[in-house]
């Protein structure tokens, strides 16, 4: 039997939004009736309905009421919340949980029907822990968070950079707050958004192998019985390996040299570790013999090129950002390996991408790298900002043999379909409802 979900999001295109919106598409194949509510809408199908606050003539306050409250700002002018001061690094988006931001009702009425079931993603400037309480304590519904990084169970932090304040309760000494008179922010946010998701017994979900061992670990989700992952969330119909063998020649590129991919939206970004993948390029160079040297490219997908890759001596071609999944899933099939340096990110969603095409990983053991590269059978993996070790995948790949790196491919498009595909996110969904349904019995 169909439910009625809701999906809420800030927006609705790119990463995290970009993820919640594959979730809806995923839950109304399932045949169930659903509505993804933003604040900002791009797309335009019709199940994304834009938040609208709508006020009753009965609430709206009367000329007394106005007169006096402009008389009291004119003595005691409202006082405007100066912005928090933070280190951002961890983006400490997330500032206020004690605030309500929408209204239920103008909700329900948006959306057009009681949920059954809500799922929600990154949220940030739409609504907080406090509204889906009240959402909850209206409607009902079961609520889960999905974890497209680490908000859902800190006091405000999207990356811990090993901060531990998830596991025993954000507190004063938070370090992403750099003024201590404002640290305290991060402790009543945590208390809050703990003590809510005690009342509405909200759920969280995994987006990656290492959100799952954090969501495991944090004082909020720790009890949970069974937390399932889902692990980036791939359509195999757009990305798959099925062009593999004419990639290259679509986009001019020698069957005779072996190509990196490695890229960003922004290469400046400290999470994303490009500086240990130039030194591992470098210890790359020292390595090889100069005939070898001269087969590698290095293809960087950004907006913007780290200016540090200058001094990297293999060949190098930049490729703007690519949008359209499928140009990007053919180049992702031309590319020979895909390199993720990130040293703390939740993702990045290209991993699984690339995998998809059936191009093995090399990087870092984080994010959803943790449980979908496998060593010596469809990548490597690197401890956290070991450029040796980096250096030391990258060549393990570049000198498989041709049957070997044909069978590192299979087991990268093999590992997606089983653990990161739109079929294995569907299994979980029905397990998550069927749950449910076996409750209500």
């Not at 593999?244 to 994303?272: C, V, W």
Request: aromatic share 10%; hydrophobic share 35%; with cysteine.
């Amino acid at each position: 039997m169909g439910k009625k979900i809701l999906i809420l999001s800030t927006g609705d295109v790119n990463g995290a939004y970009e993820a919640m919106y594959k979730i809806a598409h995923i839950m109304k194949n399932m045949g169930h009736e659903v509505v993804m509510c933003v604040k900002q809408k791009t797309k335009n199908e019709d199940f994304i309905k834009v938040y609208k606050h709508t006020t009753s003539s009965a609430a709206q306050p009367g000329l007394l009421t106005r007169a006096v409250n402009k008389l009291k700002n004119k003595i005691k002018p409202l006082q405007i919340k100066a912005p928090l001061s933070t280190d951002g690094k961890y983006a400490f988006l997330s500032k206020d949980e004690l605030s309500e931001n929408i209204n239920v009702q103008s909700m329900l009425k948006t959306v057009g029907f009681t949920p059954d079931f809500i799922f929600t993603g990154m949220t940030i400037d739409f609504l907080n822990t406090t509204d889906l309480l009240n959402i909850y304590n209206a409607t009902k519904a079961k609520i889960y968070n999905i974890t497209v990084d680490m908000n859902h169970f800190t006091g405000g932090c999207h990356f811990s950079w090993g901060c531990e304040g998830y596991i025993r309760g954000c507190d004063e000494h938070c370090p992403a707050i750099t003024k201590d008179n404002e640290k305290v922010v991060a402790k009543n946010n945590f208390d809050r958004k703990y003590e809510n998701a005690q009342k509405a017994n909200f759920q969280i979900i995994a987006g990656s192998g290492l959100t799952l061992t954090q969501s495991q670990n944090s004082k909020i989700y720790k009890n949970q019985k069974t937390i399932y992952n889902i692990n980036s969330l791939i359509d195999t119909n757009l990305l798959n390996d099925k062009n593999k063998s004419i990639a290259k020649r679509i986009f001019s590129l020698s069957d005779e040299r072996f190509y990196i991919l490695t890229g960003a939206q922004n290469m400046d970004d400290p999470r994303k570790g490009f500086t240990y993948l130039i030194e591992a390029l470098k210890i790359l160079d020292q390595e090889l013999p100069q005939h070898l040297k001269d087969k590698i490219v290095l293809l960087v997908v950004s907006n913007s090129v780290n200016e540090e890759f200058d001094k990297v001596t293999f060949t190098k071609q930049k490729i703007d950002y690519i949008k359209d999944y499928r140009l990007l899933a053919l180049l992702y099939q031309a590319a020979d390996l895909f390199v993720n340096s990130s040293i703390e990110d939740s993702g990045p969603m290209m991993v699984s991408e690339a995998l998809a095409c059936g191009t093995p990983v090399v990087g870092f053991d984080t994010g959803v790298l943790t449980n979908m590269v496998i060593d010596n059978y469809n990548g490597y993996k690197a401890p956290l900002k070991d450029s040796k070790k980096l250096a030391e995948g990258i060549k393990n790949i570049f000198e498989l043999s041709k049957d070997s790196y044909s069978t590192f491919s299979k087991n990268a498009v093999h590992q997606v379909e089983e653990f990161s595909s739109y079929e294995y996110a569907e299994e979980i969904f029905t397990k998550i409802l069927e749950q449910d349904d076996q409750k209500t019995l």
